[in-house]
């Protein structure tokens, strides 16, 4: 089916590959459709993004995308900034979409990034569905960071951590110098929850949170049929579950509450999800947690709070996570859930600006890609002179389980759980969550075969 005629293009937000000659039969666009060819209304499947969030791919023949282990790695950047530099800490999403805005919307500043590791440019929400899709952990880099940085025309330093923050000389002082700046950008990310464990193997445990992590991960469950624990039925934790039992190992998930998803979905949707898991073979273990973890005779055991006790191999937290804030507060920026920004996206010191998984715009924490491009964007016009603000919009999260799809919105903040069923079909339902004032505060949509963004928009706007 590929000929040198079809194209393949990137998605900005979230690195989905859309590849003419494969088409997305998913969304309605049959094999061979071309780039003109895909309507307006089409969404990534992965983040929900527009069709002109797709970048060509001019260096990737179809069927052919380049990896990083074919990129010779140039000699270290040594730049050091400078009073005319914007300065990019972190290397993720938000880092990487700061960088990306600001050449888009044609500013030529002076931009180093630096990143605490390699800095390649993945899509971390494909982290937990590429083992049933037969990806490696390499096949995720869709670019590496010199590419990426050479096409984007910045600065990058790589393996780079910064240890301190000095904004009254505006330098930063790093583990190779010190580095000036004359606006400085924080993409700092953030880290899994600990959890208090006892026992000889409570270090033996795996937190996925960027592609490291999971390669480590990959090299165990590639050896063979395993059983697989994973701490934490949130977003990530039943998205693993799905992909990791997709791919032939044994699933057990603990968690504290009552049924999966409880923090996203209502009581009823939720527990359909888990009953077509555990059709799926996974098995749940709710209202307790893991306590201890022992290692013997080649295999773990596992001690649950309520008596229950197991054999696995591998344990995977997925628990939650906590804004990487540490920086900031050595520094003295104000700090609530996150790193505290106004609707610029500035700190409580000038000239600093925080987005991401780190930063908590008026006391919220945006941890979704398409606000945090959102954010990215704010900051750039904000860097370049525009007076732009961050709206708060609602947020659809696509919960990626093919076992059962799955996507919920909330619209208002409320504490009463009254959610009714208003459709409902043999594979799925849909949901809505009044508030006290009987104002529509959040919808969620169930096992529908065309799960598509779109059809929560006409809710939640």
């Not at 052919?64 to 730049?79: A, F, G, M, N, S």
């Not at 696509?398 to 069923?421: D, G, H, Y």
Request: hydrophobic share 35%; aromatic share 6%.
């Amino acid at each position: 089916m590929h000929s040198k005629n079809y194209e393949r293009w990137i998605c900005e937000a979230c690195g989905f590959i859309y590849d003419e000659a494969q088409g997305d039969p998913d969304s309605g666009l049959a094999p061979g459709t071309c780039y003109a060819d895909i309507p307006e209304g089409w969404e990534c499947p992965l983040c929900g993004m527009r069709k002109s969030d797709l970048r060509l791919l001019t260096d990737s023949p179809a069927g052919d995308l380049r990896k990083t282990e074919h990129i010779k790695t140039p000699d270290r950047c040594e730049c050091r900034g400078g009073a005319e530099y914007i300065v990019i800490v972190g290397a993720g999403f938000a880092g990487w979409s700061v960088a990306e805005a600001l050449r888009r919307i044609g500013s030529s500043a002076p931009v180093l990034l630096i990143s605490s590791c390699r800095g390649d440019f993945y899509s971390k929400p494909s982290l937990s569905g590429a083992l049933a899709d037969g990806k490696t952990a390499q096949d995720l880099i869709y670019e590496d960071a010199f590419s990426r940085a050479q096409r984007l025309n910045i600065q990058i330093r790589t393996d780079t951590p910064v240890i301190q923050l000095d904004p009254s000389r505006k330098r930063l002082i790093t583990s190779h110098g010190s580095i000036a700046y004359g606006k400085l950008v924080l993409a700092l990310g953030a880290h899994q929850r600990e959890l208090a464990l006892r026992g000889n193997a409570a270090h033996n445990v795996h937190a996925v949170n960027d592609l490291a992590d999971y390669m480590k991960l990959r090299q165990k469950l590639d050896s063979g049929p395993k059983l697989v624990t994973i701490l934490g039925s949130g977003l990530i934790g039943c998205e693993f579950a799905d992909d990791i039992s997709g791919a032939g190992h044994a699933v057990t998930m603990v968690d504290p509450n009552h049924w999966p998803l409880s923090r996203l979905l209502p009581e009823e949707m939720a527990i359909d999800l888990q009953k077509q898991l555990n059709d799926k073979g996974i098995v749940f273990h709710l209202g307790t947690i893991l306590t201890t973890l022992e290692y013997s005779a080649g295999r773990y055991r596992a001690v649950l709070q309520n008596g229950v006790t197991f054999e696995t191999d591998i344990v995977v937290i997925a628990a939650g996570l906590i804004p990487n804030t540490g920086l900031a507060e050595r520094t003295g920026l104000k700090v609530d859930k996150g790193i505290s920004v106004d609707l610029q996206m500035q700190s409580s010191i000038s000239d600093i600006y925080a987005l991401g998984d780190c930063a908590s715009v008026e006391g919220t924490v945006y941890s979704y890609i398409e606000p945090i491009k959102h954010q990215a964007e704010t900051i750039a016009e904000n860097l370049t002179g525009q007076r732009s603000l961050f709206s708060k919009k609602p947020t659809i999260i696509k919960v990626k389980t093919p076992t059962f799809p799955l996507a919920a919105c909330q619209i208002r903040k409320t504490e009463t759980r009254a959610w009714t069923v208003v459709e409902r079909q043999e594979h799925g339902c849909r949901m809505e969550l009044t508030d006290e004032h009987g104002e529509l505060a959040a919808v969620a949509i169930s096992g529908f075969e065309k799960l598509a963004a779109r059809e929560l928009y006409k809710y939640c706007m």
